[in-house]
T-cell receptor, first 113, second 112 residues
Framework: GENVEQHPSTLSVQEGDSAVIKCTYS??????FPWYKQELGKRPQLIID?????GEKKDQRIAVTLNKTAKHFSLHITETQPEDSAVYFC????????????FGKGTHLIIQP | NAGVTQTPKFQVLKTGQSMTLQCAQD?????MYWYRQDPGMGLRLIYY???????DKGEVPNGYNVSRLNKREFSLRLESAAPSQTSVYFC???????????FGPGTRLTVT
């Protein structure tokens, strides 16, 4: 089955700086890669996603890049703000089936004032 | 729209007891999922249902059963709870497997 590795497990950045979280996946058939943000005690919420026919996608301060050859994808957050502090999860879905997502273990992003 | 709802929010069970976690969605989604979240482990798929009347095992199905009662509802049953099943359980739904999954608020289960 699919395996998703996520790094780093904890990331501390100064407010206003950029943050980058990286994930690798194992199954070359994976075709959908969402990123979820989870605040303490809350449900995961989608912040951005990318499909395998696209190399990069941007939404205001958030961007995701995908390298299918290397089987890795990354989340980029620019101009970080205190409300960006949360746990971020990457995930992958293998194409052709109806099964759910395989998640990375999460990155705790801490924005230092 | 309420989105995805789950009951109960919290539950404490003794080892060997049984219970059913309820999930419902009002977005007319075809696919529904059950995940568990443990500290440092991310979310892991227990079971999923691609459409009404179908269910399939995910990554960690042992000790659980599911029922897709109708298009709206997807329940998760623990027949004989074990301490290893202490976790936060999230239900999710999506139009189909190619679309965004929306998560419910979660059920925090403790088995003593």
């Amino acid at each position: 089955g699919e395996n998703v590795e996520q790094h780093p497990s904890t990331l501390s950045v100064q407010e206003g700086d950029s943050a980058v979280i990286k994930c690798t996946y194992s199954d070359s058939a994976s075709n959908y890669f969402p990123w979820y943000k989870q605040e303490l005690g809350k449900r995961p919420q989608l912040i951005i996603d990318i499909r395998s026919n696209v190399g990069e996608k941007k939404d205001q301060r958030i961007a995701v890049t995908l390298n299918k050859t290397a089987k890795h994808f990354s989340l980029h957050i620019t101009e970080t703000q205190p409300e960006d502090s949360a746990v971020y999860f990457c995930a992958a879905r293998v194409g052709g089936g109806a099964d759910g997502l395989t998640f990375g273990k999460g990155t705790h992003l801490i924005i230092q004032p | 729209n309420a989105g995805v709802t789950q009951t109960p929010k919290f539950q404490v069970l003794k080892t060997g007891q049984s219970m059913t976690l309820q999930c419902a969605q009002d977005m007319n989604h075809n696919s529904m999922y059950w995940y568990r979240q443990d500290p440092g482990m991310g979310l892991r798929l227990i079971y999923y249902s691609a459409s009404e009347g179908t269910t399939d095992k995910g990554e960690v199905p042992n000790g659980y059963n599911v029922s897709r009662l109708n298009k709206r509802e997807f329940s998760l049953r623990l027949e004989s709870a074990a301490p290893s099943q202490t976790s936060v359980y999230f239900c999710a739904s999506s139009m189909d497997s190619n679309y965004e999954q929306y998560f419910g608020p979660g059920t925090r289960l403790t088995v003593t």
